[in-house]
């Protein structure tokens, strides 16, 4: 990786684990933690889609639950797919011991 990519992956890490990933070095090994970290993630960001947002007080629930239904859909269709921050944060939180093994080179 050049300094570029490990400044970027630096920087991800430390936004999940806080200012300890500072320290770690930017190997590719890290890199494929990163990944694998993202991909585990990704089905949770998938299951998010299909989470009803709150219902706004004053709302007709009929009319709140059927646009929840049409934005749940949109949401799953969407071409570019994002990650939810909580799908992130628990699979780094389940993760963190391997980043901890890496970091020490073990």
Known sequence: MDLYEQQDLREF????????????PMT????????ELVSESSACSDAMDYVTRPLQPGMDPIKWITKQAREMFLRALKERKE???????AAAYTMKFR????????
Not at 15 to 20: A, C, K, N, V
Not at 30 to 35: C, E, W
Not at 83 to 89: A, N, Q, S, T, W
Request: some cysteine.
């Open 99 to 106: 980043f901890d093994e890496a970091s020490m080179g073990i």
């Open 13 to 24: 890490l430390v936004s999940l684990y806080g200012p300890q990933a500072r320290r770690w």
């Open 28 to 35: 590719d090994r890290m890199f494929n933690l990163t990944y």
């Open 83 to 89: 990650h939810y921050v909580i799908c992130l944060k």
